[in-house]
């Protein structure tokens, strides 16, 4: 298991039960996990599989994702902003948990109230009291049921629009470009525009 190149695809990072696939000469596993950790050992790239404990030292990595999800656009105005702001980076580094992690901790009908608690709790704002009754409401996902389907949590996006200035417009899959990244032989390959099979060529190369 330490011999060979090996190629790590995530799907839908961050997301829960994406496919990890480790896949070399010596070893293919695909685990159902959210974490994956790449490191240097003793000079060498090792990938671990939280999931399932593999660990399998590697000459090459490229981390990148089968597909974009939910339409991220940047929103350019704050609730009080005369000019373009753009988006808000030091609100975003003080979110603390995902929002599956939140629609769990909200529950099933949530109040007002526990809305805004947890939203203060996870990410460090205090919407209104009028914008948590639009989230209670679910009002996002009464006006188009049919691409919006998880309860409560694309009204808080919309709400949370002006104090992250980040917006979303799908909750489903996009054709928007994603981003890849490299580290060992062929590596320098991975830059610029790159069509999704330019990538499978770049590996193939390297393990050539």
Do not use: C
């Not at 609100?91 to 109040?111: C, H, Q, W």
């Amino acid at each position: 298991m330490t011999e060979g190149h090996t190629y790590w695809e995530s799907s839908s990072a961050g997301m829960p039960g994406r496919r990890v696939t480790v896949a070399s000469p010596a070893v293919s596993v695909v685990a159902s996990t959210v974490d994956v950790r790449a490191s240097r050992r003793d000079g060498d790239l090792v990938v671990t599989s939280l999931g399932t404990g593999v660990v399998v030292r590697a000459d090459g990595l490229i981390v990148t994702a089968d597909h974009e999800t939910a339409g991220m656009a940047l929103i350019g105005h704050s609730k009080d902003s005369k000019e373009y702001v753009g988006i808000d980076l030091t609100a975003i580094r003080k979110v603390k948990a995902s929002f599956e992690v939140i629609a769990d901790e909200l529950g099933k009908n949530p109040t007002p109230q526990k809305i805004q608690t947890v939203v203060k709790e996870y990410l460090g704002i205090e919407i209104t009291e009028d914008e948590a009754k639009m989230v209670a409401n679910d009002t996002i996902r009464k006006l188009d049921p049919a691409n919006y389907s998880y309860p409560y949590l694309h009204s808080l996006a919309f709400v949370l629009r002006p104090y992250l200035r980040v917006g979303w417009g799908s909750q489903t899959h996009t054709a928007s470009p994603l981003y890849a990244f490299g580290v060992g032989p062929g590596s320098e390959r991975v830059k610029g525009l790159l069509h999704n099979t330019q990538l499978f060529e770049i590996m193939k190369t390297a393990m050539e």
